[in-house]
């Protein structure tokens, strides 16, 4: 056995196969849990090397445990991979992604000097083997095959394998990667993406050990994964805290007995975020951190973070600080009871904290916590107005599927920018302050492009449940306060379709067009209710006049309520699923506004989330026409061309496909951008022509 320190570089220079055996389990590496914190360790170490070059910063990855064994092929050593198959696919992964980038941005070499890094070269693979270094042998060699073998720029959705957690990954990180670089016509393009790659080339560190053929493998394997009951970041603060307490003199038993709050069932209960779980009371304190910072801080920084803050910054005595630390933590325990309770109205805080349970997120328990510290007192009315505000931004953001990685640092830097301010003037400072942000990975969507998403959104089969019942309730709450009603119980109402999901023998239609038309309505938000119990799959499947007397009886749900007055002489069709979504929608707008005039322009719209746009969109907006040519754009398809029609499909050989990417399979027999593969007559591609009408709202539409 030896043991080397490794730069990807270094690992991944030689032509060699690295295989990761069938008995590895897949690939399960997540968002939240790693890519994101990975992807901001690769961001601060080229944002370092590009400020303070200096420096010469890195970052360590971690171990990996790699055997060699007898070769496959006579020119390529062969490895097995004993431990780290998560981060050496993840890295195989992000830098096929940022290859891809840049070969599309013309910065060959750099993207070549990346290819490397995946690809052996041609000279030393035989006929019929695949060029990729890492081989998968489980269920993932097929999808990570497809990936780094498909032309870019990749329409995810149309791989065959696009459900896949590896095809994830590539996506996050072509998302995050070309957020970061920004547009390519700006002066630091070309000299962010060099130092990007020479930190996926030598800015990321491994421990290889290398193991001969003969060494029990096994053995090694289980003493570097052999693990203990780890100190969470509230065990350390702990320690932390009693030892300060001790060195002022203070009664510590006491202390421990009436100021620290945390040896509860609630605080010890794992909860999750995203899909890890951690500590309630490490959660908090890490929020209570951001709070007292302005600083985004890493889960894994709470303690080291916490430490110097109280030992450099606070100003105060740990005696002092720990019945703060108690009032405001009683106050979160108060606030996530109420959340879960089935009935009562709840204030803004409490409903904030439920709503963000239902969705999935905790990123505006900063905010809570610092609005709320102890002699802010601000009025009710003001902390209402910017947890409205706060919701707006987010809720707005995942009704367009946006990602919320970079939305924890916003709200550490609206708490850093709003120190200080007066009252009268917070509200404001923090509204302005989100309605500046401008680039796609955090900017607050406007009026016109939520109702173009929802409007046509297949939100049921879109977006997670609890979610999508939190907006319905959202509503149904809204309707109630407008008769003084109390707001509806939380007990997880069922979602209901009018039409039913399985609607062909009892809802029948006439033609083909009619059959498409109906059944693209089925998931739109036009078509759902909230019941206070589920309908018999009988009734619930049936024709609308017996179904319309069942809905009746939920009455106490104004939602269905206003489904079925005014229906008795119009059965249920794809006009009221139209005229009820727009209706719904301006709801949810009136629940969630922006600032007058706002309308949520970024300055990098070509990397804004796309994938709710459709032809139709286009044609609608005036910018293509139905009858409008569409031509191939690869090099091998030159001079074939398509046809538009006025409903948003593409007529080729033939034959009719209701995306770009469907009609580009189906002329090149792989995995097709359509966006990026066909042009318009003016030679632009339809990912341009996309790309202008994301970001050109009409002036005169006021959100």
Same mark, same amino acid.
């Given at each position: 056995?030896?043991?080397?320190?490794?730069?990807?570089?270094?690992?991944?220079?030689?032509? $060699?196969? &690295?295989?990761?055996?069938?008995?590895?389990?897949?690939?399960?590496?997540?968002?939240?849990?790693?890519?994101?914190?990975?992807?901001?360790?690769?961001?601060?170490?080229?944002?370092?090397?590009?400020?303070?070059?200096?420096?010469?910063?890195?970052?360590?990855?971690?171990?990996?445990?790699?055997?060699?064994?007898?070769?496959?092929?006579? #020119?390529?050593?062969?490895?097995?991979? +004993?431990?780290?198959?998560?981060?050496?696919?993840?890295?195989?992964?992000?830098?096929?992604?940022?290859?891809?980038?840049?070969?599309?941005?013309?910065?060959?070499?750099?993207?070549?000097?990346?290819?490397?890094?995946?690809?052996?070269?041609?000279?030393?693979?035989?006929?019929?083997?695949?060029?990729?270094?890492?081989?998968?042998?489980?269920?993932?060699?097929?999808?990570?095959?497809?990936?780094?073998?498909?032309?870019?720029?990749?329409?995810?959705?149309?791989?065959?394998?696009?459900?896949?957690? +590896?095809?994830?990954?590539?996506?996050?990180?072509?998302?995050?990667?070309?957020?970061?670089?920004?547009?390519?016509?700006?002066?630091?393009?070309?000299?962010?993406?060099?130092?990007?790659?020479?930190? /996926?080339?030598?800015?990321?560190?491994?421990?290889?050990?290398?193991?001969?053929?003969?060494?029990?493998?096994?053995?090694?394997?289980?003493?570097?994964?052999?693990?203990?009951?780890?100190?969470?970041?509230?065990?350390?603060?702990?320690?932390?805290?009693?030892? #300060?307490?001790?060195?002022?003199?203070?009664?510590?038993?006491?202390?421990?007995?009436?100021?620290?709050?945390?040896?509860?069932?609630?605080?010890? @209960?794992?909860?999750?975020?995203? @899909?890890?779980?951690?500590?309630?009371?490490?959660?908090?304190?890490?929020?209570?951190?951001?709070?007292?910072?302005?600083?985004?801080?890493?889960? $894994?920084?709470? &303690?080291?973070?916490?430490?110097?803050?109280?030992?450099?910054?606070?100003?105060?005595?740990?005696?002092?600080?720990?019945?703060?630390?108690?009032?405001?933590? $009683?106050?979160?325990? =108060?606030?996530?009871?109420?959340?879960?309770?089935?009935?009562?109205?709840?204030?803004?805080?409490?409903?904030?904290?439920? #709503?963000? @349970?239902?969705?999935?997120?905790?990123?505006?328990?900063?905010?809570?916590?610092?609005?709320?510290?102890?002699?802010?007192?601000?009025?009710?009315?003001?902390?209402?107005?910017?947890? $409205?505000?706060?919701?707006?931004?987010?809720?707005?953001?995942?009704?367009?599927?946006?990602?919320?990685?970079?939305?924890?640092?916003?709200?550490?830097?609206?708490?850093?920018? %709003?120190?200080?301010?007066?009252?009268?003037?917070?509200?404001?400072?923090?509204?302005?302050?989100?309605?500046?942000?401008?680039?796609?990975?955090?900017?607050?969507?406007?009026?016109?492009?939520?109702?173009?998403?929802?409007?046509?959104?297949?939100?049921?089969?879109?977006?997670?449940?609890?979610?999508? *019942?939190?907006?319905?309730?959202?509503?149904?709450?809204?309707?109630?306060?407008?008769?003084?009603?109390?707001?509806?119980?939380?007990?997880?109402?069922?979602?209901?379709?009018?039409?039913? *999901?399985?609607?062909?023998?009892?809802?029948?239609?006439?033609?083909?067009?009619?059959?498409?038309? *109906?059944?693209?309505?089925?998931?739109?938000?036009?078509?759902?209710?909230?019941?206070?119990?589920?309908?018999?799959?009988?009734?619930?499947?049936?024709?609308?006049?017996?179904?319309?007397?069942? /809905?009746?009886?939920?009455?106490?749900?104004?939602?269905?309520? *206003?489904?079925?007055?005014?229906?008795?002489?119009?059965?249920?069709?794809?006009?009221?699923?139209?005229?009820? =979504?727009?209706?719904? +929608?301006?709801?949810?707008?009136?629940?969630?506004?922006?600032?007058?005039?706002?309308?949520?322009?970024?300055?990098?719209?070509?990397?804004?989330?796309?994938?709710?746009?459709?032809?139709?969109?286009? +044609?609608?907006?005036?910018? /293509?026409?139905?009858?409008?040519?569409?031509?191939?754009?690869?090099?091998?398809?030159?001079?074939?061309? =398509?046809?538009?029609?006025?409903?948003?499909?593409?007529?080729?050989?033939?034959?009719?496909?209701?995306?770009? %990417?469907?009609?580009?399979?189906?002329?090149?027999?792989?995995?097709?951008?359509?966006?990026?593969?066909?042009?318009?007559?003016?030679?632009?591609?339809?990912?341009?022509?996309?790309?202008?009408?994301?970001?050109?709202?009409?002036?005169?539409?006021?959100?």
């Amino acid at each position: 056995m030896e043991t080397f320190k490794r730069t990807p570089l270094q690992l991944f220079n030689l032509p $060699q196969n &690295f295989v990761i055996p069938l008995f590895q389990r897949p690939y399960v590496w997540k968002e939240v849990e790693q890519w994101e914190p990975l992807w901001k360790d690769i961001r601060r170490v080229a944002e370092l090397r590009i400020t303070e070059p200096h420096l010469n910063a890195t970052h360590f990855l971690g171990a990996v445990v790699i055997q060699s064994q007898e070769a496959q092929s006579r #020119r390529l050593t062969t490895w097995n991979v +004993i431990d780290g198959q998560q981060r050496l696919t993840t890295v195989q992964v992000l830098a096929d992604a940022t290859r891809s980038l840049l070969a599309q941005a013309d910065l060959s070499k750099l993207a070549g000097q990346l290819e490397d890094l995946t690809h052996n070269s041609e000279k030393y693979v035989e006929d019929g083997d695949s060029p990729l270094k890492l081989r998968h042998l489980n269920k993932d060699r097929e999808p990570f095959d497809e990936l780094l073998a498909a032309e870019a720029p990749i329409d995810y959705e149309d791989l065959a394998h696009s459900d896949a957690q +590896i095809v994830a990954a590539h996506q996050y990180f072509t998302t995050v990667v070309e957020q970061w670089l920004g547009t390519q016509d700006t002066n630091d393009y070309e000299g962010k993406a060099k130092e990007l790659t020479n930190v /996926l080339l030598d800015g990321l560190q491994f421990v290889s050990i290398e193991l001969e053929a003969a060494e029990n493998s096994q053995e090694i394997f289980e003493t570097l994964n052999a693990r203990g009951t780890p100190l969470t970041a509230a065990d350390l603060v702990r320690n932390f805290v009693f030892q #300060r307490l001790d060195a002022e003199g203070a009664d510590t038993k006491k202390a421990y007995r009436e100021d620290w709050p945390f040896e509860t069932k609630f605080w010890m @209960r794992e909860v999750s975020v995203g @899909r890890n779980l951690v500590s309630r009371s490490s959660l908090f304190l890490n929020q209570w951190l951001v709070a007292r910072t302005g600083e985004e801080v890493s889960p $894994q920084a709470t &303690f080291n973070r916490f430490k110097s803050w109280v030992e450099l910054e606070s100003g105060q005595t740990m005696a002092d600080l720990l019945p703060t630390i108690k009032h405001q933590a $009683q106050q979160y325990e =108060a606030w996530t009871h109420a959340a879960a309770q089935h009935g009562g109205s709840l204030d803004s805080a409490s409903m904030a904290f439920y #709503r963000m @349970r239902a969705s999935g997120v905790e990123v505006l328990k900063p905010l809570l916590i610092w609005l709320y510290e102890p002699g802010r007192d601000l009025p009710q009315q003001t902390v209402a107005r910017i947890v $409205q505000a706060a919701e707006s931004w987010v809720y707005r953001r995942q009704m367009l599927r946006l990602s919320g990685g970079d939305l924890g640092r916003i709200v550490a830097d609206v708490i850093a920018a %709003s120190v200080g301010v007066s009252t009268n003037e917070l509200s404001e400072r923090v509204i302005g302050h989100l309605a500046r942000l401008n680039v796609t990975s955090t900017y607050w969507p406007g009026d016109e492009e939520v109702r173009l998403s929802l409007g046509t959104e297949a939100v049921y089969s879109r977006f997670p449940r609890g979610r999508l *019942r939190m907006f319905l309730e959202a509503i149904e709450d809204k309707y109630r306060a407008e008769t003084g009603q109390p707001q509806v119980e939380r007990k997880g109402y069922p979602i209901e379709h009018i039409l039913p *999901r399985s609607w062909k023998d009892t809802w029948p239609v006439e033609t083909p067009e009619a059959e498409e038309a *109906r059944q693209a309505r089925v998931h739109r938000l036009g078509n759902l209710t909230l019941l206070t119990k589920s309908l018999n799959s009988k009734i619930s499947n049936g024709p609308w006049s017996a179904k319309r007397a069942a /809905l009746l009886q939920h009455n106490t749900i104004t939602l269905t309520g *206003r489904v079925v007055s005014g229906t008795e002489k119009h059965d249920w069709d794809e006009s009221l699923i139209d005229h009820r =979504a727009a209706e719904l +929608i301006d709801a949810i707008l009136d629940i969630w506004p922006v600032p007058d005039g706002h309308l949520g322009k970024v300055v990098d719209p070509q990397t804004k989330a796309g994938d709710w746009v459709e032809l139709k969109h286009l +044609i609608e907006a005036g910018l /293509l026409r139905g009858g409008d040519t569409l031509s191939a754009t690869h090099r091998d398809f030159k001079g074939k061309e =398509a046809k538009l029609t006025n409903e948003g499909a593409i007529e080729l050989d033939g034959k009719r496909y209701m995306s770009p %990417s469907a009609a580009g399979h189906a002329l090149r027999k792989k995995a097709t951008n359509g966006w990026y593969f066909w042009a318009v007559g003016d030679g632009r591609r339809l990912r341009d022509v996309r790309t202008e009408f994301q970001n050109a709202v009409p002036a005169d539409i006021g959100p």
